[in-house]
């Protein structure tokens, strides 16, 4: 069973940045196209960021330009930079298979939670 484990996140002043880290267990994580997902309070859960396994990104349009995903498949990592953080990027954020190439999703990690202040 693979397991994801989120990091990185934190309590930051509207136009700062934070680095989130996903480690994921097992061996097939350089073989699935993942993807950054948040859920922000009486909100339903979004795809932020994607990566496919050839390492194309999509964004949703709320942070195109602002925030940046990479993996690096040695470490089974997947990271998202975050820059110019706004209070609407408040959420729990959550690592797990891109949606958009799979039907279906890993067991859900603890997620880790990035507040901005404004």
């Known amino acids: 069973q693979v397991q994801l484990v989120e990091s990185g996140g934190g309590l930051v002043q509207a136009g700062g940045s934070l680095r989130l880290s996903c480690t994921a267990s097992g061996s097939a994580f350089s073989l699935k196209a993942m993807a950054w997902y948040r859920q922000a309070p009486g909100k339903q859960r979004e795809l932020v960021a994607g990566v496919s396994v050839g390492s194309i990104t999509n964004y949703v349009d709320s942070v195109r330009g602002r925030f940046t995903i990479s993996r690096d498949n040695a470490k089974k990592t997947l990271y998202l930079q975050m820059h110019s953080l706004k209070p609407e990027d408040t959420a729990v954020y959550y690592c797990?298979?891109?949606?958009?190439?799979?039907?279906?999703?890993?067991?859900w990690g603890q997620g880790t939670q990035v507040t901005v202040s404004s």
């Open positions: 797990n298979l891109h949606i958009g190439y799979s039907n279906s999703y890993y067991p």
